[in-house]
């Protein structure tokens, strides 16, 4: 006990050496112990009682409420240990939700949340992780901001944006759609210094081209979740130039073909192109189970040029860009169940290309973690830099967590 004592010390140490404050570096380790240190509940006055000598609760709330020091700084620390520590091969972007019972908390709001799977009282948070199949960290944040929220939105709720300034929302904090606070938090990331090998997210990012233009234009390789419902043309497919009359503009080069749905191009290929791939060991349910087994179904890839809004076709090259098209299709249903959309080379063999996408089961072991035991989700204060402060400190406690099982487990992929 003692030897991890001292592993969280010189953690801490690292982590916080930005601070030009003691006492600024003296609570921020002792918030992150009592984060770790058994205990149903996570929010300050619990954990002042468990931290002992440590257990100022007032000095604990203002440090984490009040005091002014920039959540960034340790973010940028915490991503540069973890990606070396874990040899990350992608970074993954997804959002969940902190329910709340009352509405005085900083962009709390009735909107759909995954952790509830309904629309219900919370907040949402968008974080983006390093990620291996080994081992995964939450290394950035943003707290997103419903237009219910902004003065400037026409869906602005006047009694919201009159609490915006007890919240300590900046000013400038505005409504920004999800998929563009993922953008703007690979930028930061990278600004770090942190290399991106790799986006990983779900259909709630992958479906919107914005989204994947801007990984793109980025020069980013992503694997993303899309609805079956977007639209592709065969690998295949060449435009042609409609017959011109000799008069007005000569016409655009168009498919002479309408473009297909990504489930009906999967259906047309056939349950003779899935492939059986096994991508990864994953824990067996169940009461009375140990041990581990490999996860396993049948896929599809395809490489189709997907059409729709917000595809940018060149000046010199008229064809849609290509892309991969994977769907799952296990073999005892009767369509393919689920989709990605990747711009990885084509050479890219079929079980990497599994792997990579589904990489973001990653993203929920964090989830499960951060939130089952270093609290996530008990965060009472109702201030926006607070909400940063916590979620900050608690991704930094989880990535301890990591650093000791990688330590002493290097292979092991069970929960830390």
Request: aromatic letters at 10%; glycine letters at 8%; hydrophobic letters at 40%.
């Given at each position: 006990m003692?030897?991890?004592?001292?592993d969280?010390?010189?953690?801490?140490?690292?982590l916080?050496?930005g601070?030009?404050?003691?006492d600024?570096?003296r609570?921020?380790?002792a918030?992150?112990r009592?984060?770790?240190l058994?205990?149903r509940?996570?929010?300050v006055?619990p954990m002042?009682?468990?931290?002992?000598?440590?257990g100022?609760r007032?000095a604990?709330?203002?440090?984490?409420?009040s005091?002014?020091w920039?959540?960034?700084?340790?973010?940028?620390?915490l991503?540069?240990?973890m990606?070396?520590?874990?040899?990350?091969e992608a970074l993954?972007?997804d959002?969940?939700?902190?329910?709340?019972?009352?509405?005085?908390?900083?962009?709390?709001?009735?909107?759909?949340?995954?952790?509830?799977?309904k629309v219900?009282?919370?907040?949402?948070?968008v974080?983006?992780?390093?990620?291996?199949?080994?081992?995964?960290?939450?290394?950035?944040?943003?707290?997103?901001?419903?237009?219910?929220?902004?003065p400037?939105?026409?869906?602005?709720?006047?009694?919201?944006v009159?609490?915006r300034?007890r919240?300590?929302?900046?000013?400038?904090?505005?409504?920004?759609?999800?998929?563009q606070?993922?953008?703007?938090?690979?930028?930061?990331?990278?600004?770090?210094?942190?290399?991106?090998p790799?986006?990983?997210?779900?259909?709630?990012y992958?479906?919107?081209?914005?989204?994947?233009?801007?990984?793109?234009?980025?020069?980013?390789?992503?694997?993303?979740?899309?609805s079956?419902?977007h639209t592709?043309?065969?690998?295949?497919?060449r435009?042609?130039?409609?017959?011109?009359?000799g008069?007005g503009r000569?016409?655009?080069?168009?498919?002479?073909?309408?473009?297909q749905?990504?489930?009906?191009?999967?259906?047309?290929?056939?349950r003779t192109?899935?492939?059986?791939?096994?991508?990864?060991?994953?824990s067996?349910?169940?009461k009375?189970?140990?041990?581990?087994?490999?996860m396993?179904?049948?896929f599809?890839?395809?490489?189709?040029?997907p059409a729709?809004?917000?595809?940018?076709?060149?000046?010199?090259?008229?064809?849609?860009?290509?892309?991969?098209?994977?769907a799952?299709?296990?073999?005892?249903?009767p369509?393919p169940?689920?989709?990605?959309?990747?711009n990885?080379?084509?050479?890219?063999?079929l079980?990497?290309?599994?792997r990579?996408?589904?990489l973001r089961?990653r993203i929920?072991?964090d989830?499960?973690?951060?939130?089952?035991?270093?609290?996530?989700?008990?965060?009472?204060?109702?201030?926006?830099?607070?909400?940063?402060?916590?979620?900050?400190?608690?991704?930094a406690?989880?990535?301890?967590?990591?650093?000791?099982?990688?330590?002493h487990?290097p292979k092991?992929?069970?929960?830390?």
């Open positions: 003692a030897g991890v004592r001292e969280l010390e010189a953690f801490a140490a690292e916080f050496d601070f030009f404050r003691a600024q570096r609570w921020g380790q918030y992150v009592g984060l770790l058994e205990g509940r996570k929010s006055e002042a009682a468990r931290l002992g000598e440590d100022n007032q604990l709330a203002h440090f984490i409420t005091s002014p920039d959540p960034a700084h340790v973010r940028a620390r991503a540069w240990r990606q070396d520590a874990i040899g990350a993954i972007v959002d969940t939700g902190f329910l709340k019972d009352g509405d005085a908390s900083a962009c709390v709001s009735r909107q759909y949340t995954g952790t509830a799977g219900t009282i919370c907040q949402v948070g974080s983006l992780h390093v990620a291996h199949d080994h081992a995964s960290a939450a290394v950035n944040w943003r707290l997103f901001l419903p237009a219910s929220w902004d400037t939105s026409p869906e602005a709720d006047p009694d919201k009159a609490r300034s919240c300590g929302i900046p000013a400038q904090a505005g409504h920004v759609e999800k998929w606070l993922a953008l703007d938090m690979i930028d930061e990331t990278r600004s770090w210094g942190i290399e991106v790799l986006v990983v997210a779900d259909a709630g992958g479906d919107a081209a914005a989204f994947r233009l801007g990984l793109e234009e980025r020069n980013l390789p992503y694997a993303v979740g899309i079956s419902r592709a043309h065969p690998a295949d497919a435009p042609v130039r409609p017959a011109y009359a008069t000569p016409p655009k080069m168009q498919y002479p073909e309408p473009a749905t990504m489930k009906d191009l999967t259906i047309a290929a056939g192109a899935a492939r059986p791939v096994s991508w990864r060991e994953g067996r349910p169940g009375g189970q140990s041990g581990f087994k490999r396993y179904s049948r599809v890839a395809l490489r189709v040029q729709g809004r917000g595809i940018r076709k060149t000046k010199d090259t008229p064809e849609l860009p290509e892309r991969w098209l994977l799952e299709w296990p073999a005892t249903e369509e169940v689920q989709f990605w959309l990747s990885m080379p084509s050479g890219m063999p079980t990497t290309l599994v990579l996408a589904k089961w929920e072991h989830y499960r973690e951060m939130k089952q035991a270093l609290g996530l989700a008990h965060f009472e204060g109702r201030t926006w830099g607070g909400w940063h402060h916590h979620v900050t400190l608690v991704s406690a989880h990535a301890f967590c990591i650093l000791q099982r990688l330590a487990h092991d992929t069970a929960p830390a």
